[in-house]
């Protein structure tokens, strides 16, 4: 018989005793007496050391006590690669080893409570009460507490952990995905102090520019619309079937860290969190942009398995080894070519003031917050009328929005049929609103329009010189005679920011040519900080050329081309490819207005 654990064959067969460690006995007629396999103690005798939580029935067969046996890089690229390759995934006392140190070289408040302060309040918390049935805070949100590859005993510890973390934590208001992280963490510690101990250094992390696990509903729920954001920008076609088939799409993206913290199985969610400890939040996005890539590619022409979207998922994620190993699910996720941390970080800044705006603060425990407008709700049939669009249409529309402008409703704002073809007109309709929403009917009944996210008032800054505004979240787009959507091309080539970096090119302003790492951790008070131009170092002015207005004419987009050029009258325009957005025509090269419409966003959940 192999012993399951070192793979010696032998006359000698490994048993698991109560505490989790192997044992041997012999193999013929009945078991007398246990005592520690000889083979064990040589080749795994480090594993003892962690094993204590652990089933090893349950544990993936892979991971074990393989070289290597240590890990001696401290520079931060060769731990990001070593990390992404799985180097320490194979060797579980050397995972549980890298754990400690990088759990331990966390910045953390000066009062961190440790693996003492656990023994002294453990008893004190948890006492003569049955820990199996420990009600855990009610900031876990009822989740299921996942159980991994743990054993009796640590099954029981994980509540118990929680409970005192609870204690020892009173400003956490939200935090789903703790159970997870206490259950992987418990399988590569020595006993629960040293558990508790690491999990209270995540939560206590005190570095403003690491961002670790979200423990209020506000960063929580914001993080649910940036994913969702991510998503309209990287999974376009998973994004498309997510609006199509669900009553709430945010309710599915609200499910993105349940993926993550709950669904996957163990061998997967360890190798995210190997990579997740040396690189942060970031990854966290990737690996759920990459299971919501292979749900869509698997998927793809097959019904869906139940008529819930967001169960379909869960059970995808949860049978996840079917189909993908989780090499092959990181591979996808760093091949998706993210934007900065810290952009993202501004995305998720923004996000979280648009929430507090409608009311949702951190001490509003019991309140819900405004879920985003399913297309359906934003776009009501029976209140929405355009010249221009069908509800379906504008449904389609709203879909590709960001999410914190997708709580609101559209409003009517300016259009030519009512304020007649004055540019002056048009700025004074829509001059205080941002973004807007710009459609446009030719004579030839072909229909197209933009995504504008700065406010038109912009373009005095230039005095009375043509200058160009905006942020990276424009885009252009054509509805008939077929749909297509062009997004800022740096979203799709971001090596094109990179060239710009590498040879030194300026933007369109000086301010536009300052690196990335000055900007702010603190944006200004406007909701379109995000994808700013001065972000980035652009190869060329061209590359920003997003939106500019005059008492002439209305450009969008530029260089080699404009998406858009609308003249005085509001009667002419032209469309061609263009730099900025790397379209194509987006109608009739020359074409004369029909219909003409601005629209705005209506904030109707404000308090």
């Known amino acids: 018989m192999r012993c399951r654990v070192c793979s010696v064959e032998g006359k000698t067969g490994c048993r698991a005793g109560p505490c989790g460690r192997k044992k041997y006995a012999s193999m013929k007629g009945p078991v007398k007496s246990l005592s520690p396999c000889p083979s064990v103690r040589t080749i795994c005798a480090g594993m003892d050391e962690y094993s204590r939580f652990v089933d090893w029935d349950k544990m993936d067969a892979s991971i074990?006590?393989?070289?290597?046996?240590?890990?001696?890089?401290?520079?931060?690229?060769?731990?990001?690669?070593?990390?992404?390759?799985?180097?320490?995934?194979?060797?579980?006392?050397l995972r549980a080893k890298v754990y400690h140190k990088l759990i331990r070289d966390i910045p953390c408040r000066t009062v961190t409570p440790d693996a003492n302060v656990y023994r002294d309040i453990v008893v004190k918390i948890v006492g003569k009460r049955n820990s199996g049935t420990l009600p855990l805070p009610e900031f876990v949100d009822n989740n299921l507490v996942p159980t991994y590859c743990l054993n009796?005993?640590?099954?029981?510890?994980?509540?118990?952990?929680?409970?005192?973390?609870?204690?020892?934590?009173?400003d956490i208001s939200f935090c789903p995905a703790l159970p997870s992280v206490v259950a992987l963490l418990l399988h590569y510690s020595q006993d629960e102090a040293e558990c508790f101990e690491k999990v209270c250094r995540i939560l206590a992390c005190n570095d403003?520019?690491?961002?670790?696990?979200?423990?209020?509903?506000?960063?929580?729920?914001?993080?649910?619309?940036?994913?969702?954001?991510?998503?309209?920008?990287?999974c376009q076609?998973?994004?498309?079937?997510?609006?199509?088939?669900?009553?709430?799409?945010?309710?599915?993206?609200?499910?993105?860290?349940?993926?993550?913290?709950?669904?996957?199985?163990?061998?997967?969610?360890?190798?995210?969190?190997?990579?997740?400890?040396?690189?942060?939040?970031?990854?966290?996005?990737r690996v759920a942009l990459a299971l919501l890539k292979f749900f869509h590619k698997v998927r793809a022409g097959q019904p869906m398995e139940s008529d819930n979207i967001q169960q379909d998922i869960r059970t995808f994620v949860r049978d996840i080894a079917k189909s993908v190993s989780?090499?092959?699910?990181?591979?996808?996720?760093?091949?998706?070519?993210?934007?900065?941390?810290?952009?993202?970080?501004?995305?998720?800044?923004?996000?979280?003031?648009?929430?507090?705006q409608k009311g949702i603060t951190v001490k509003q425990k019991s309140v819900t917050?405004?879920?985003?407008?399913?297309?359906?709700?934003?776009?009501?049939?029976?209140?929405?009328?355009?010249?221009?669009?069908?509800?379906?249409?504008?449904?389609?529309?709203?879909?590709?929005?960001?999410?914190?402008?997708?709580?609101?409703?559209?409003?009517?704002?300016?259009t030519t049929l009512e304020h007649g073809c004055s540019l002056n007109r048009f700025y004074s309709h829509i001059e205080g609103h941002e973004p807007t929403l710009l459609l446009i009917k030719t004579t030839a009944k072909e229909v197209c329009g933009a995504y504008l996210s700065t406010d038109w008032s912009e373009r005095r800054r230039g005095g009375n010189k043509l200058s160009f505004f905006g942020t990276?979240?424009?885009?252009?787009?054509?509805?008939?005679?077929?749909?297509?959507?062009?997004?800022?091309?740096?979203?799709?080539?971001?090596?094109?920011?990179?060239?710009g970096s590498e040879r030194g090119s300026h933007s369109t302003q000086a301010s536009n040519a300052t690196s990335f790492s000055s900007v702010p951790l603190d944006p200004s008070d406007r909701l379109s900080p995000f994808l700013a131009a001065r972000h980035f170092n652009l190869p060329s002015k061209t590359a920003s050329m997003f939106m500019a207005g005059s008492t002439e004419c209305i450009i969008i987009g530029g260089g080699d081309g404009q998406a858009f050029y609308l003249d005085a009258d509001l009667n002419h325009g032209r469309t061609s490819h263009c730099n900025t957005f790397n379209n194509q025509p987006l109608c009739s090269e020359n074409f004369q207005i029909s219909v003409l419409e601005v629209w705005g966003f209506k904030d109707t959940l404000s308090v």
């Open 472 to 499: 990276g979240e424009c885009f252009v787009f054509r509805l008939q005679p077929e749909v297509e959507r062009y997004e800022w091309v740096i979203i799709k080539h971001p090596e094109l920011a990179m060239a």
């Open 152 to 170: 009796a005993e640590g099954i029981v510890a994980v509540r118990k952990i929680i409970s005192c973390i609870g204690n020892q934590f009173p």
């Open 369 to 414: 917050a405004p879920k985003r407008q399913n297309v359906h709700l934003a776009v009501h049939a029976e209140n929405f009328k355009s010249e221009i669009v069908s509800v379906k249409e504008m449904r389609d529309i709203w879909s590709w929005i960001p999410e914190r402008f997708a709580l609101c409703q559209p409003l009517l704002l300016f």
């Open 208 to 234: 403003p520019s690491k961002r670790l696990i979200d423990q209020t509903f506000l960063a929580f729920e914001s993080s649910c619309m940036t994913f969702g954001d991510l998503v309209n920008k990287y």
């Open 326 to 356: 989780p090499e092959k699910l990181l591979e996808k996720a760093f091949a998706i070519r993210l934007f900065s941390r810290k952009e993202i970080q501004l995305l998720q800044m923004a996000n979280e003031k648009a929430l507090q």
């Open 64 to 93: 074990q006590n393989q070289d290597p046996k240590e890990l001696t890089c401290t520079e931060f690229q060769e731990l990001k690669q070593l990390a992404r390759q799985g180097y320490w995934s194979k060797n579980h006392s």
């Open 237 to 285: 076609a998973a994004h498309k079937l997510m609006v199509a088939v669900s009553e709430d799409v945010l309710e599915v993206y609200s499910d993105w860290q349940r993926w993550l913290f709950g669904e996957l199985p163990m061998v997967y969610i360890a190798r995210v969190f190997d990579v997740f400890l040396v690189e942060g939040y970031k990854v966290l996005y």
